[in-house]
């Protein structure tokens, strides 16, 4: 199976920070990443596909970027709704595994 | 819009067999996507469990494959996760989200129901 491994796992940041999260592959996974975010009690919300596709309705200050094993998620200026906890998943080659999680607190 | 709403039983005792089914609503599970399961127990991270397309076909994850059975009702427009033998280590929130099919994510979900496995 393919491990992700998302860096860091946790981090503490104020309102109008740059946050950028690095999620690394095993291997080679050519285009299949995607960035979720979760909110406490919520399910997943999808943020970012292949890399760098922003979903439809998810604000403009995230970004996505990378290739191969390694992929970053920028939040460009954190907003108090940004706080919570972002997943890297991939979708690529079976089965899909997800990264540990990224928990966003405020500092 | 797509909407997804898992249903199925709270308590499962040891040994015995998780149910769950996902209702879809705004669209058609027989459009072209596949459609999955994650969960997240309490606390922890995701897993992807596996999927389904309209078709029958399936893809399981291995680490669960043994005990997982995933299958489609079209005529009432929802599909179904089993998992067998189950231990307190399956108590999770169980999810189940649409694949977008082509775009590598899963794009819609439902609101997860947690399911505690206990005598």
């Known amino acids: 199976d393919i491990q992700m491994t998302q860096s860091p796992s946790s981090l503490s940041a104020s309102v109008g920070d740059r946050v950028t999260i690095t999620c690394r592959a095993s291997?080679?996974?050519?285009?299949?990443l995607g960035w979720y975010q979760q909110k406490p009690g919520k399910a997943p919300k999808l943020l970012i596909y292949?890399?760098?596709s922003l979903q439809s309705g998810v604000p403009s200050r995230f970004s996505g970027s990378g290739s191969g094993t390694e992929f970053t998620l920028t939040i460009s200026s954190l907003q108090p709704e940004d706080f919570a906890t972002y997943y890297c998943?991939?979708?690529?080659?079976?089965?899909?595994?997800f990264g540990q999680g990224t928990k966003v607190e405020i500092k | 819009q797509v909407q997804l709403q898992e249903s199925g039983p709270g308590l499962v005792e040891p040994s015995g067999t998780l149910s769950l089914t996902c209702a879809v609503s705004?669209?058609?599970?027989?459009?072209?996507?596949?459609w999955t399961w994650v969960r997240q127990p309490p606390g922890k991270g995701l897993e992807w469990i596996g999927e389904?397309?309209?078709?029958?076909?399936?893809n399981y994850n291995s680490s669960l494959k043994s005990r997982v059975t995933i299958s489609v009702d079209k005529s009432k427009n929802q599909f179904s996760l089993r998992l067998s033998s189950v231990t307190a280590a399956d108590t999770a929130v169980y999810y189940c989200?649409?694949?977008?099919?082509?775009?590598?994510?899963?794009?819609?979900w439902g609101q997860g129901t947690l399911v505690t496995v206990s005598s």
């Open positions: 291997q080679d996974i050519t285009n299949g």
């Open positions: 389904i397309f309209h078709s029958g076909s399936t």
């Open positions: 292949t890399i760098s």
């Open positions: 705004g669209g058609s599970i027989s459009d072209s996507h596949w």
């Open positions: 998943l991939q979708h690529n080659i079976y089965p899909w595994t």
């Open positions: 989200a649409r694949d977008s099919s082509g775009f590598y994510s899963f794009d819609h």
